[in-house]
């Protein structure tokens, strides 16, 4: 997570998540913390480099498998 998102409340980082289903993952990520809304990706897509407090990105392989610890920014 981003040093700019310190101050917002909640769940920042899901690493227990690594190696679940990402639809079902993302969730649980936005149950845990409405303050954001999860973004699935497909590893390898492209992306912006912007930080926002908001998005928590949700790496997933072909399979919908997670591949990264989903946090925050």
């Known amino acids: 997570m981003s040093d700019i998102c310190t101050d917002y409340e909640g769940k920042a980082s899901w690493p227990e998540l690594v190696g679940a289903q ?3 993952s993302a969730t649980t990520i936005e149950r845990e913390n409405p303050n954001v809304s999860a973004i699935i990706l497909l590893e390898g897509t492209p992306v ?4 926002s407090c908001t998005r928590v990105r949700v790496w997933v392989n072909a399979n919908g498998i997670i591949i990264e610890i989903p946090r925050i920014g």
């Open 22 to 24: 990402g639809v079902d």
């Open 48 to 51: 912006t480099r912007d930080i």
